[in-house]
């Protein structure tokens, strides 16, 4: 069935320090694909997303490629800041039928000034 | 724009009782989801309505579960008779129309803990 696998967490990084973590998956299709942040006490937030292969997502100084060839999409950060600490989920969204996303289980990611 | 609410954050109540939650989306958007979240796992999918009409059911939703979107407006998942393993986050989300594209937006959600 269709998947998504995200590096273990934590992940732990002193501020300004490059931020990488890794999400592939396995469809049967051509998803759209997405990556959402979870801050403590918070529900899901849509961080960015990208729809077809080789398209970048980007919000907010973090930017994910959809690389069809490893199926991979992996969020990356140049510089991280304390507010960034909260859990990151990968998910994936198959066209046509229902649309119902499905997640990956989430990299915490906690970041020391 | 207020964002999507849920009622309760918190409910701990006895193995074997009844609760019931509620979820009230942003207002023009006409999907509704449920989720549920344990502690390191990302939200399973529970059911969804699109408007008014409950158009799928997970297995995860057992014969326990109910759920419900009358007027296509708020939506309540009701769980009876409860067990130690219901323990955990229910979220809600909402989203304008289905789409592969389309952005869901998240509720808080209800943490239950079942003693």
């Known amino acids: 069935g269709d998947s998504v696998t995200q590096m273990e967490g934590p992940v732990t990084l002193s501020e300004e320090a490059f931020l990488t973590i890794n999400c592939t998956y396995t469809?049967?299709?051509?998803?759209?694909l997405f990556w959402y942040v979870q801050y403590p006490g918070e529900g899901l937030q849509l961080l960015l997303k990208?729809?077809?292969?080789?398209d970048k997502g980007s919000n907010k100084g973090f930017e994910a490629t959809y690389r069809k060839e490893t199926t991979s999409f992996h969020l990356e950060k140049g510089s991280v800041q304390v507010s960034d600490s909260a859990v990151y989920f990968c998910?994936?969204?198959?066209?046509?039928?229902?649309?119902?996303?499905?997640f990956g289980r989430g990299t915490s990611l906690i970041v020391h000034p | 724009d207020t964002g999507v609410s849920q009622d309760p954050r918190h409910k701990i109540t006895k193995r074997g009782q009844n609760v019931t939650f509620r979820c009230d989306p942003i207002s023009e958007h006409n999907r509704l989801y449920w989720y549920r979240q344990t502690l390191g796992q990302g939200p399973e999918f529970l059911t969804y309505f699109q408007n008014e009409a409950q158009l799928e059911k997970s297995r995860l939703l057992s014969d326990r579960f109910s759920a419900e979107r009358p007027k296509g407006s708020f939506s309540t998942l009701e769980i009876q008779r409860t067990e130690q393993g219901d323990s955990a986050m229910y979220l809600c989300a909402s989203s304008l129309g289905p789409g592969q594209g389309a952005e869901q937006y998240f509720g808080p959600g209800t943490r239950l803990t079942v003693t």
């Open positions: 998910a994936l969204v198959l066209s046509g039928g229902s649309y119902i996303p499905t």
């Open positions: 990208a729809t077809k292969a080789d």
């Open positions: 469809a049967t299709g051509y998803p759209s």
